[in-house]
C-alpha cells in the first residue's frame, strides 16, 4: 500500500545500492551501470517504483547494485518474471537487464514473447557475444568459427542479429547502443524509457576476460565515427568524424552519398522495413554499423489491457461477491432453508 | 398409435442407478452425460461421475479407440463414486458397444442406436457379424434396439436443419428417452439449450425437438414397456447445492482465497490435458479482479505467477505432470525467495505424454521430493472432486500465511468429474485479510515471523522498502547474497522448520471407524470414494477394519505415526507404483501392504475390497 511517494529529485548516488560490485576489472558493465543509475536519477520516477529484474549470467547481477526493488531470477526467465511483475501492477517502472546467452540462448522463448505482447518494460540485453559466468563458451550472438572452451575447432553455429530478432518479434522499441559511449546510452535509455511498450536495447559490452575487443572494429575511439550511424528520429543518416557522410535507401541497396542526400530516418513506420533493411548491413561490411533507435511505434500494452478487461467486465457484471461465485450455475436446496 | 396399456403402471423405485453413455468422441456423449447429470443434481440426487475420453479430439468416426463415455451414478443416499458396472449402457455404435459391454451389469438395460451399425460400422469394430443378431444379447440384457438417426431425422424435420446437422441431435433423443424412463424433467436442458443456441434459432429448435422426442418415444412406444423407474432425493447435508467438477471447484475455491485474503488472484499457466479447465474458469472471473496470463509455457506460467507474487498478488500456476516436471526450477526460485505461490497439479498418466486423459497418482514424490537442492513446500491433495474447492482455499491459506509455494496435487479423475457442492454459507468461511508490509523503520526482507517463521512481503511501489531477492543464497535477516557455509546451513534448516511448521495447525485426524483394529485403509487423494465404498461394506460384513485418508502430504500429520501404531495392518491402495508406501515406510519405519493399480482408471470398490477380504480372510 503506497501511501506516501518518495521524492523524485535525485541524485546518481541516490541509486547505488551499496552492495559491493562483483564484476571483473575493465568490465563494460561497471559503465552501464553507472549510465543507468543516471538515467534513473533523471526520470522523475519516484525510486520505490522501479523494479530491475535479472536472469542469470554475469549482465544479472545487475539488481544487486541498483537501490530499488530488484529481482534476480532464472537463467533466461527475466522477461517472464518481470512479465508477472508489470501485469500485476502496471504502475510499476519495470526494467530486464540480460545478456545474450540469457535473453537469446536459453530465455530465447520469453523475450520474443514479451516483445510480441508489448508488455510496457525496458529489456537492456548486454551483448559481449560471449558466455563470460561459465567462463568463455560461444553464445548466440557469437560470430561463426569462433575458438573456444567449447569449440576448440571454430565454432559452427550463425550467430542471431539481437537488432532484426527483435524486429521480427514485433517489439515496439529497438535500439542499440554502446557501454563506453555514455552520452548516447543514455539518450537512448531515456527514449526507451519514454515508450510506452516493450522496449528493447542492445547494449554492445566488452568483455575483457574471454572476448575482449568484441566491438573494437565498431567502437574504438579512432575509428568509430567512420564505422558508426546513429539512428536519430527525423534526423538524416549522416556519419564521420566531420558528418561528411550519408547513407539512402535505394530500392535494393543502402547507399553511401553526400550529407545532402542523405534518408531522413523515421523509426515509427508500422512495417519496420527500413530498420530491418539497415540492421542487416552489407554483405562487403562497409556500411557503417547502426547504433540508435531502428524502431518507436506506439500499439496497446498487454499490461494495461488486462485490467481495462477487468475493469470492463466489473462495469457490466458489476464486482463478483463471493455469494455471486457460489450462485452462478443451477442450485438446489436440501432440507428447510431460513 | 394408441398408448400403451402399461403408461400409468407405478414407478419402481430405485436406490441408485449408474449410467453409461458411449459413442464417438464426436456424438456429444460429454454433453449428454452432463446434462443428465445436471439434471439429476437440482433433483436432489447425490451423484458422482466418470468421463472416460479418448486424447484424440476426433478421432476417425466409428473406430474403437474414438470410443468416448460418461458414467453417471445417481443416488437417493450418500455415495463418493461413480460406481463399478453399470446398470444402463447407451451405446451409439458398434464399437461403442464392444469396448463397453463387458461392464454392464448382467440383466441391464441396454439401448443401442441401430441406425449405426451398417457393415462398415461393424468392420471398423472388428466385429466379423452383427452383435444385435446374437439371441444371447436378448437374454442376458434388457436390450433396446432403436434407430436413433431416423428417430432424429424425423423428429427435427421442421427445424429447418440439413440433415447432417440435424443427425447430431440424436444424442439429446437418446437423453430425453432416459429422462423419461428416470422419471427426470426436461426443463434443466431446455434451459440450458436456449442459452447455448440463443443466437441459432433452427439449432435450437432441432435439439428441443429431439430432446422432447426422445421423452415421448420413450413414453409412448412399447420399447420401454411403459416402465419407470425414480431415484428419491439423497439426505445430503441440508443447505444449499451445486453440481461441480473438479477443476472448476479448485478455480472457485482460488477465487475465494482471493476474496478472503482481500488480494487480486492472477494466474500464470499454459494449456495441458487434464489442467486446462482451470484456466477456462479462471479466465471467466473477470469481474472478480482475476488475472489471467495465457504463458508462452509451462516455465513462463510459473515465472509470470512468482512475478505477480513480488508485486503483492495472490499468484497460481496450474498444470499436470509434464508441466510440473517444467516448473522445478522455478519453484526452487519461489522457495529460495520465499514468495507465496500455489502450484496445481492435475495428475495424469505418465511419463511423458503417457496417458494425457486418464488419471493416476505417480507424481506424488515428484511433488515432494522432485526439486534441486533441499527444497521443502507443503503438499496437499485433493480427495474429491468437490473438495477440490477446499484444498485450493487452504493451500492458498497456507502460502500467504507462512510465505512459501505450496503444491496441490488433484488428479484427471477428480478434475472431470463431478459431485453436489455445498455452497458454503454466508459467514461460514473466515476471512484472513494479508497486509504487505509498509514500516520502513529497520526493515529486513528476511527477518522472520517468530511463530510462523514466514519473512515480511514487501512489495515494489512501497515506499522506503526498495530491496533485492533471488535465487542465490540470502544472508539471514538481511536478504543480502551470501556464501558463508554456515549461514547456508542455517537457511537451509529455516526454510525446512517453516514449512514443517504448517502441520502444528492441521485438524485431528478422523479415522472411519474405530480408533484401532485389524486393518487401516490409508489413501490420499482421489481413491477416497473407493477406499470408503469398501471400507464400509466391509465392515458391515463384520470386519474390524477403518480408513484413514490423507488431505495433507507434506509435512506429514503429527498425530499419523499414533494412529498407524493402532491397527495391526496397513493397506495403501494408490493409482502408482506404491508412493505413499514409500513415503510411510520411510518416515515412520512401518511395514504397509500396497495395493497399486495403473490403468489410467480410477480403483472400483470391489477391487479394494477385494483386497481387504484377501487380508482379512
Redesign the interface.
Known sequence: ??????PVSYKKKDFE?G?EVRWCPGCGDYAILSGVQQVFASLGV??????V??G?GCSSRF??YV????????HG?AP??????????P??DVWVATGDGDALSIGG??I??AARRNVDMVVLLFNNRIYGLTKGQYSPTSEPGKKTVSTPFGSLDQPFNPINLMLGAGATFVARTVDTQIPHLKKVLAAAHAHRGFSFVEILQNCVIFNNGAFEHITSREIRDDRQVDLRPGQPLVFGKELDKGLRFQPTSIEIVSPEEATVWNPSGRSGASAYRISMGDERGELPVPIGIFRDVEAPCIDRE?HA??E???A????????????S?????????D | MTPPQTADRPKERLEEVVIRFAGDSGDGMQLTGTQFT?TS????NDLATFPDFPAEIRAPAGTLFGVSGFQVRFSARDIHTPGDAPDVLVAMNPAALKVNLPDLKPGGLLIVNTGNFGPKDLEKAHYDSNPLDDPRLEQEYRLVKLDLNEATLQATKDSGLGSKDALRCKNLLALGMLYWVFSRPLS?TEAWLEKKFAGKPEVLAANLAALRAGHTIAENSEIFQGRQYEVA?A??????????KGNDATA?GL??AA??SGL?L?L?SYPITPASDILHALAR???????T?Q???E??GI???????????L?VTTTSGPGLALKT??M??AVM?ELPLVIVDVQRGGPSTGLPTKTEQADLLMALWGRHGECPMPVLAASSPADCFWAALEAARIALKYMTPVLLLTDGYLGNGAEPF???E?GE?TPFPV??W?DPEDFQPYRRDPETLARPWA??????????????EKADITG??CYDPDNHEKMVALREAKVMGVAREYAPLEVFGEASGDLLVLGWGSTFGSVRGAVVRARQAGKKVSQLHLRHLWPLPPDLGGILERFERILIPEMNRGQLARLIRGEYLREVVSLTKVKGRPFTTAETLAKIEELLG
Open positions: 500500500m503506497t501511501t506516501t511517494t518518495s545500492s552492495q519516484p525510486k520505490e517504483k522501479f523494479v529484474v535479472s542469470i539488481p544487486y537501490d530499488t526493488y530488484g529481482f534476480h531470477g532464472i526467465r517472464a518474471i518481470a512479465s508477472g511483475v508489470k501485469c500485476a501492477n504502475e510499476l522463448n520469453h520474443v514473447h488486462i478487461q477487468i470492463a467486465a466489473r457490466r457484471l458489476g464486482e463478483g461477491t463471493l455469494h455471486d461465485l457460489f450462485h450455475g443451477d442450485t438446489w436446496q436440501v432440507g428447510a432453508a | 445436471n443434481a437440482v433433483l436432489g434443466t432425493p439426505p445430503l447435508p441440508r443447505g444449499t447445492y451445486r453440481n461441480v472457485m477465487v475465494a476474496k478472503l487480486p492472477f500464470g472471473y473477470k469481474n472478480f479482479g482475476v488475472i496470463f504463458a508462452e509455457d516455465i513462463a515465472c509470470t505467477a512468482i512475478g505477480a507474487s513480488y508485486s503483492g498478488a499468484a526450477e522455478a526452487g526460485l525467495t455445498r455452497i458454503p454466508d468461511l497486509r504487505h509498509t512489495v515494489p511501489g512501497t515506499p522506503g522498502l526498495q530491496h533485492r531477492i533471488g535465487g542465490l543480502h547474497v
